[in-house]
């Protein structure tokens, strides 16, 4: 299916989500991308009511439509209604979060052009909103996760734009971000990550 943006250029996927294969814990998580273990930990913090945090539905236009059968509909051709925002968004213990996930086959570092001017924006209101706006890297061969605060973020970007690095070595994430290590339930505990940014930004103590 072709999905293009509101001025009609085509949308080629920036994120490599298909050939990751975790190798630890389990035969179950191989070959699951990012976003399946997100979601997978997502449900396991809505069931224990720990959070409530959902994918965004992308906002699309369809314009083309075949019909193969008379009860079956494949979309041919689409267009996004309106620029995308962030990946995730929900409610965790009265807070605000916020966030997009990207995966890079990448091994040395991350490459900033996966990130977009009206992301960033989206993600610098949040935080200065008082919400909780942060990124999830996951480095699909090396099997590595890092939880990285838009306040952290937000320096690597403004370098950018003024001409310096386009990207993120790995030795600057380990030194801006949380790393997660891989679990069983949840598979990736990302808001027990945040727990101790979020306690030394606002003051409030975060029961786990």
Known sequence: MAIRYPNGKKYIPTTTNTAAKP????????GKTLEDELN????YYTSRGIAVIHKKPVPIQIVNVRYPARSAAVITEAYFKTASTTDYNGVWQGKYVDFEAKET???????????????????????EQGGIAFLIIRFSLLDRYFVL?????????????EGGRKSIPISELEELSIELQPGYQPRLDYLHALTGIVEQTTGERIER
Do not use: A, C, Y
């Open 23 to 30: 190798t630890s814990l389990s035969f179950s998580n191989r």
């Open 40 to 43: 997978d930990s997502n449900e």
């Open 105 to 127: 086959k990448n091994k040395t570092s991350f490459p900033l052009q996966n990130i977009h001017d009206h992301q960033v924006e989206h993600m610098s209101q949040v935080h």
């Open 149 to 161: 605060p838009f306040k952290n973020f937000i320096g690597t970007w403004t370098r950018m734009i």
